[in-house]
């Protein structure tokens, strides 16, 4: 059985189209991920799989349950972590703990175990009687997972996690993930960031309210058809300008300190030359192979 | 089904909300003190200490004690007059008198009448001017006169004071304010803060939600009904005739109904700012206007009369005014307590009706 299924699923904010027509599968115990930029329609299809928007068309079942009629069975069965800090900043960490437990109906002994368990992962221990508003960023994703997770859901949706939180924090947050996994609890995480789309099991891609590329991170990159090539430069925006005169301005994407052109053919070698000789400043011209965020832009176009 | 240990959880929470953010307890506890005080002396509707001139060509027995029954009182000062004649335009103009009596010869012998004039440039004080003069003339210097005498008798506030009559008054106008305004805030800042969104993705349902919210609040209302009826007996001197225990059981009711207003205002408003607007446009003016509380409802146009059925602190005043002054027993107010309930059970099963699980 799949942990949730989305079928042409459309949702309008007055009149706009804030999704068009998504399908999702999300197979048990994986990390699904939701990767797209801002304003891709990340949160409003996360709030939709866990019953919070009602959408206008298509369907969504998530552990077996119709998301509008069966909402209810849905919300207990599932842990949600939005996508804003959404937990009381003036409760201590262990009160937050326990009024989660409490709505879920968590007897107070099963509360206590799986607050040891997640004390144990998060590290937050330490923090029992902190504030909730005075922790860090990290350990404040930190809860607010360990709060999603009190009753022992199947299913957690969690929506942008690590979003402004420090590379090391994520880091570690990740490592929290792949260990939920192995204990077989689905997971589905929203990211805007593309190094993190590798470590999830499968993905979608979405761009403006629709899927663009679906499947495991390799498939994706795979599919890329193409050679891309990374020119190095002391001047970057000066080479920048020379190119625009010489190729297609879509291929090229500024990169860091590097510039990423994408050639279908490839590049012939005499051409690279020409380049070289007509503008100084280029100090190389290597194929490399794609990445996530390449092949993700290329197929925005 | 509501369940019991979800709702209890939702109201502890809450319990830790108020005690740690300042602010509400300022609300709760702060402002009705202000607001009593503050009412409670600008809101005085009694006058004392007219400056009184008099003109006595009687200058007898009879006039003087006429005179003295009238500075003996604490609500006329007498001014010395002027040389000459009495010329009372003058004297209200320069706004050195409020009053002026005169006395003609004779006075006490062959003639009883005298001359009061009064500055009506505020109509309600020379209403109750006129008032007193008129008591202290029948009252304190009755003269056998002929023909009927009406000889009032003023019962519960003989004194006409008008604390009696804003005290009671003022805890059902602070008490509909504030119960309202903890509940709807209390909702909409968890809607500003994100956090409902957070709790609405659980099993919990609306009424757990807003029977948890009310809780902790019914104890902080009836705190505030306490406080404010203690200082309001410490420094207006008003008598509480009833018993305690039927307060308490109204006020509970009161508050209740009040609590669940703003439970209403809240299904409505999104924001903080928005909550607390409306929260208080639905309570402060209606409640002055409109209960009884300012104007007795008698004399208001039918409609307006109809809509009095809908402010709650319509029976509120009836109730604590019964209980206050006239030391009414349930036997008395069971009516007024039971359109309360009415109210608020309604005003419950409309808001938890309206709460929306889901965000829009």
């Given at each position: ?12 904010y ?35 799989l866990?019953?919070l ?88 994703q ?30 570690e ?97 005499e ?31 | ?109 062959d ?76 909702i909409?800042?968890?809607k ?59 006020t ?55 809509i ?6 319509r ?23 039971l ?19 889901r965000?829009?």
């Amino acid at each position: 059985m799949n942990a949730a299924v989305a079928r042409e699923l459309s949702v309008f904010y007055g009149s706009t189209e804030a999704l068009k027509s998504v399908n999702l599968e999300v197979p048990e115990a994986l990390v699904y991920g939701i990767i797209g930029p801002d304003g891709a329609g990340k949160t409003t299809l996360m709030r939709s799989l866990c019953t919070l928007l009602p959408y206008s068309e298509g369907s969504i079942r998530v552990l077996g349950y119709d998301a509008l009629s069966e909402s209810a069975q849905i919300r207990a069965r599932i842990g949600y972590m939005p996508q804003r800090f959404s937990l009381y900043q003036d409760l201590s960490v262990e009160q937050n703990l326990r009024f989660f437990a409490r709505l879920f109906r968590v007897s107070r002994k099963e509360m206590l175990i799986q607050r040891e368990k997640l004390y144990e992962f998060s590290r937050l221990k330490p923090f029992a009687k902190r504030l909730a508003g005075n922790l860090s960023g990290g350990m404040k994703q930190k809860l607010a997972l360990s709060c999603a997770l009190i009753h022992t859901p199947k299913l957690i949706i969690l929506d942008e996690p690590t979003f402004g939180v420090d590379p090391v924090s994520r880091v570690e947050f990740w490592q929290i993930l792949h260990e939920l996994k192995r204990e077989g609890v689905s997971i589905i995480v929203s990211t805007p960031y593309m190094d993190e789309a590798v470590q999830c099991d499968q993905i979608s891609l979405l761009h403006k309210g629709s899927v663009i590329g679906q499947g495991t991170p390799d498939e994706i990159i795979k599919a890329w058809q193409g050679s891309l090539y990374s020119l190095k430069a002391g001047n970057l925006q000066e080479l920048y300008k020379y190119l625009q005169s010489k190729v297609d301005k879509a291929d090229l994407q500024l990169f860091g300190s590097e510039i990423h052109l994408y050639s279908k053919d490839g590049l012939r070698q005499e051409l690279i030359d020409t380049w070289k000789h007509e503008f100084s400043g280029l100090a190389s011209c290597e194929e490399i192979q794609p990445g996530m965020e390449d092949v993700f832009l290329k197929m925005m176009q | 089904m509501p369940n019991l240990n979800r709702i209890k959880a939702i109201a502890e929470k809450e319990v830790f909300h108020i005690l740690r953010d300042s602010r509400t307890l300022t609300i709760i506890f702060i402002m009705p003190l202000l607001q009593l005080i503050i009412f409670g002396y600008a809101m005085n509707m009694e006058i004392r200490q007219v400056p009184l001139v008099v003109d006595d060509s009687a200058l007898n027995s009879s006039s003087q004690a006429l005179i003295d029954a009238f500075i003996h009182t604490d609500y006329f000062r007498l001014v010395p007059k002027d040389e000459g004649i009495l010329n009372p335009g003058e004297l209200f103009k320069e706004r050195r008198a409020q009053a002026t009596l005169s006395i003609p010869q004779g006075f006490g012998k062959d003639s009883f009448t005298v001359l009061l004039k009064i500055d009506a440039s505020d109509p309600n004080s020379a209403q109750m001017i006129q008032n007193y003069a008129n008591g202290i003339v029948n009252n304190r210097f009755a003269i056998a006169g002929a023909g009927i005498t009406l000889q009032p008798l003023i019962l519960y506030n003989p004194d006409l004071k008008s604390s009696f009559f804003f005290v009671p008054g003022l805890i059902a106008l602070i008490l509909v304010m504030i119960c309202a305004l903890l509940t709807s805030i209390s909702i909409s800042r968890e809607k500003e803060m994100g956090t409902m969104e957070q709790i609405l993705v659980s099993p919990v349902s609306a009424t757990e939600i807003l029977l948890g919210k009310v809780l902790p609040y019914i104890f902080l209302g009836l705190m505030d009904a306490l406080l404010i009826l203690g200082v309001g007996m410490l420094l207006f001197q008003v008598p509480f005739r009833g018993e305690f225990i039927v307060f308490l059981g109204f006020t509970f009711l009161y508050v209740l109904t009040s609590l669940c207003l703003g439970l209403l205002v809240s299904t409505v408003a999104k924001t903080q700012q928005g909550a607390m607007m409306m929260a208080l446009g639905m309570t402060l003016l209606p409640t002055l206007l409109l209960s009884g509380y300012m104007f007795p409802i008698s004399s208001m146009p039918v409609i307006l009369q109809k809509i009095t059925y809908i402010i709650p602190a319509r029976y509120y005043l009836q109730i604590i005014r019964g209980i206050m002054l006239k030391g009414n027993s349930v036997r008395h107010l069971y009516q007024s307590g039971l359109s309360l309930l009415i109210m608020s059970v309604t005003m419950l099963i409309i808001a938890s009706r309206r709460f929306k699980l889901r965000l829009s």
